[in-house]
């Protein structure tokens, strides 16, 4: 089963960067890509999804939300996906959240169509 670890999070100011890291392993022998999705969940809101990747190709999917600001790269040596956040605002606080599923499952980024979470990093954006 696909396992996930993200790291980056942290608390920076309006206008800030921050890089998030989903390092995964144990990807099913029979898939040799899969797709990785960041979301995103803020108090008493429903989660998000920010940005999604499939590895085979490099195909990249974001939300309106972020679009130009956030930015997804892998580093297949390392079985790491990156999600860049540039210009960063107050309303992109929320605790991000690593998906992944073997395989390619579609640009459409939904909670369904991903079987592996990792634990969540916290990202503040203060003004």
């Known amino acids: 089963q696909l396992q996930l670890v993200e790291s980056g999070g942290g608390s920076v100011q309006s206008g800030g960067s921050l890089r998030l890291s989903c390092v995964y392993s144990?990807?099913?022998?029979?898939?040799?890509?899969?797709?990785l999705a960041w979301f995103r969940q803020a108090p008493g809101k429903e989660r998000e999804g920010v940005a999604a990747l499939y590895t085979g190709e490099g195909q990249t999917f974001y939300a309106a939300s972020v679009k130009v600001r956030f930015t997804l790269s892998q580093d297949n040596s390392k079985n790491t996906v990156y999600l860049q956040m540039n210009s960063l605002k107050p309303e992109d606080t929320a605790m991000y959240y690593c998906?992944?599923?073997?395989?390619?499952?579609?640009?459409?980024?939904?909670?369904?169509?991903?079987?592996?979470w990792g634990q969540g990093t916290q990202v503040t954006v203060s003004s």
């Open positions: 144990g990807v099913p022998s029979n898939y040799r890509t899969i797709s």
């Open positions: 998906a992944a599923a073997p395989g390619c499952v579609g640009g459409a980024i939904q909670n369904s169509r991903y079987t592996s």
